[in-house]
């Protein structure tokens, strides 16, 4: 069965570095989105990307927040100057067209020291 | 604004019983509502999505409800095993489909514990 897989599975960094989350979507789908969950609190939603632009984003997809897709499998979430709040589990999902469920992948865990 | 809350927080049952696990929301502009299903350390392995206009959905031994009207959704497992040992989360995408582009709003989740 397809699934999204995410690398790395846990990355470790320094704060003000500079790190990029990778996700490969499931081969047709067409939405993309990136969540984050804090050790202990609710997931929650960062971006959405569509068509190559960010859909929909949250207030705490700032500024220090990219997405990218590449090419034609990966999607990519940038973070530019990391802090130690930034330090959570990040998931990737992808969704067909015409489709509602979203599916997710294993999640990239985030250090920063 | 849209709060979803899932009580109790975390549940144990023996073998064999049947779990219930509730998931409220305060506004009732939804598009749809999605149970998943997290082990430790792992992603969310997505169990059944339910529509604004659906009033049950079932897999196997799973059954979920929606009543918008009074803001809940109920995830039903028949017969409990060990392996369903893990946290249920609720995940809704609120307002109408040309109102976003599919963004979740979850709840905390519901630990649960099914003992041998």
């Known amino acids: 069965e397809p699934e999204v897989t995410q690398t790395p599975s846990h990355q470790v960094t320094q704060m003000g570095q500079e790190v990029i989350l990778r996700c490969v979507p499931i081969?047709?789908?067409?939405?993309f989105y990136w969540y984050r969950q804090i050790l202990g609190q609710k997931v929650e939603f960062l971006v959405s990307f569509y068509n190559n632009e960010i859909s929909e984003k949250s207030e705490i997809f700032d500024d220090q927040f990219s997405v990218e897709r590449p090419d034609g499998s990966n999607f990519t979430l940038k973070i530019r100057s990391t802090k130690l709040e930034d330090s959570a589990m990040y998931f990737c999902?992808?969704?067909?067209?015409?489709?509602?469920?979203?599916?997710f992948g294993p999640g990239t865990r985030l250090t920063v020291l | 604004k849209q709060e979803v809350t899932q009580i109790p927080a975390a549940l144990s049952v023996p073998e064999g019983e049947n779990l219930v696990l509730n998931c409220s929301f305060t506004d009732s502009a939804i598009y749809n509502l999605q149970w998943f299903r997290q082990d430790p350390g792992k992603g969310l392995t997505s169990l059944l999505l339910?529509?604004?206009?659906?009033r049950e959905q079932t897999s196997g031994r799973l059954n979920a409800s929606l009543d918008k009207s009074s803001g809940r959704s109920t995830l039903y497992i028949a017969a409990s095993q060990p392996g369903d040992s893990a946290t249920y989360l609720c995940?809704?995408?609120?307002?109408?489909?040309?109102?976003?582009?599919?963004?979740?709003?979850f709840g905390a989740g519901t630990q649960v514990v099914v003992t041998p």
């Open positions: 995940a809704l995408r609120p307002g109408r489909r040309t109102d976003s582009w599919g963004k979740l709003q």
């Open positions: 339910i529509q604004s206009s659906q």
């Open positions: 999902a992808s969704r067909a067209t015409y489709a509602d469920t979203q599916y």
């Open positions: 081969s047709n789908h067409l939405y």
